[in-house]
Each structure stands twice: as C-alpha cells, then as structure tokens.
C-alpha cells in the first residue's frame, strides 16, 4: 500500500509537470487512502504557497499550478455500480494546469 501511494504521488507529480496551460488531469482512486492523498496534492497545487501558517510573509515563492476542477470527487451512479460493482469506490477528481506566473 505504501509502495502504491508512493507510486501514485510519483505519477501524479509526473503529470502536473507536464500538463501545459489548460492541460487537464484527472485521476481515479479506489481506495479511500489514494483518494486522500489525490485530493491533498491537488490542493496543495491549487494554493501555492506551502509555507507553514506561522510564518508571518510567504518565503516559499511557490504559485498555484491547478485550478481544481472537482470540488467534489465525482463517483459513480447507482446505475454504473451495478453493472459494474467494483466501481463502487472510484472516486474521480481532476484539475486544469494555470499559466506559469511570471
Ligand atoms: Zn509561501
């Protein structure tokens, strides 16, 4: 399990990094764990700065990459999870790239 977030954190880094401006991705998880750590990369990418709260002005220099386009992981409909039952726990979330600031 720690292997396979490791992995998914590695691939998801992987693929902010290359998405252009307006580039799109999105990720499906099936495990609540993997959901998790989807939803806080994508966070931390939309936010920018990852200065910790106590430090008065942002020394990071760090600007957001995404603009999260699902505030909530889309899952699929009763319909989809019973003609597919391991559907069930996927959850979709996906985020567009930002221009570079200059
Ligand atoms: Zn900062």
Redesign the pocket.
Known sequence: MNDELGALQEGLAAGIEALRAGGRVAVIAYHSLEDRAVKERLREEAR????PPR?P??????KPRLRILTRRPVMPKEEEVRENPRSRSARLRAAARLADAA
Do not use: I, N
Request: charged letters at 10%.
């Open positions: 920018g700065c990852v200065c430090v002005v942002c020394v990071c220099g760090r």
